[in-house]
């Protein structure tokens, strides 16, 4: 059965710090990994992963995706406290392309 | 404007109602999807449609129906609700883009809250 496991399942930090949130997955016919942003409102798109070792940027937050050990990293440095959220990962695969999801990593940022 | 809505926002209903929630994208997406949310269990998909005539179940179709008007518009009745139902409801749409990847990045209305008493 297909599976996206996210870790941890919820982080408190200070502002200021760097956190690192993971997602393993063990999906058929893997196409690509998505990581979204959901606030108390409806999931927004961060990035999309299909090639290993390529890191995705966009501004303090990157991703990676290493494809052979089946996992990627969505790192945040200089947290603030807009980056509370709850992290969403997702994997695209099978045949009819749905989304398998994690159930998510809530990041709390205190100040 | 936003490019996926939802309606209503918020709803509460009582149980054995029938209840519609709909969806409207101007993306010009082929793909919609009805999910639900709950805490604890993540996002879990209801139905999903490619395109006008295709409509699939999801993990969790018991109890739920739908329908695809057009391509812009996509429809989640509930047609006996009960208390179980409460959740947040999201619609979200995709499309193949030119990527041989065929990646399929969703994106998703704002949500509605239903409450089933």
């Known amino acids: 059965e297909d599976k996206v496991v996210q870790s941890p399942l919820s982080l408190v930090v200070h502002e200021g710090d760097t956190v690192t949130l993971n997602c393993s997955y063990e999906?058929?016919?893997?196409?690509?990994l998505l990581w979204y942003k959901q606030e108390k409102k409806a999931p927004t798109f961060l990035f999309m992963l299909?090639?290993s070792g390529i890191e995705k940027k966009s501004g303090r937050l990157s991703s990676i995706l290493d494809k052979k050990e089946l996992f990627s990293i969505l790192n945040i440095t200089a947290t603030q406290t807009g980056d509370s959220a709850v992290y969403l990962c997702?994997?695209?695969?099978?045949?009819?392309?749905?989304?398998?999801w994690g159930l998510g990593t809530s990041l709390a940022v205190n100040p | 404007d936003a490019d996926v809505t939802q309606t209503p926002r918020n709803r509460i209903t009582k149980t054995g109602k029938r209840i519609m929630l709909e969806c409207s994208q101007t993306?010009?997406?082929?793909?919609m999807y009805w999910y639900r949310q709950d805490p604890g269990l993540g996002l879990r998909l209801i139905y999903y449609?490619?395109?006008?005539?295709?409509?699939n179940k999801g993990e969790i179709s018991d109890g739920y129906s739908v329908s695809r008007q057009a391509q812009a518009k996509f429809s989640l009745s509930l047609e006996s609700a009960i208390p179980n139902q409460t959740a947040l409801y999201f619609c979200?749409?995709?499309?193949?883009?030119?990527?041989?990847?065929?990646?399929?990045?969703?994106?998703f209305g704002p949500g509605t809250r239903l409450t089933v008493l």
């Open positions: 979200a749409t995709s499309d193949l883009g030119g990527s041989p990847a065929y990646t399929d990045t969703q994106y």
């Open positions: 993306k010009g997406h082929d793909r």
């Open positions: 449609s490619f395109d006008v005539k295709d409509i």
């Open positions: 999906v058929t016919n893997f196409r690509s």
């Open positions: 299909t090639s």
């Open positions: 997702a994997c695209n695969a099978g045949n009819n392309r749905k989304l398998i």
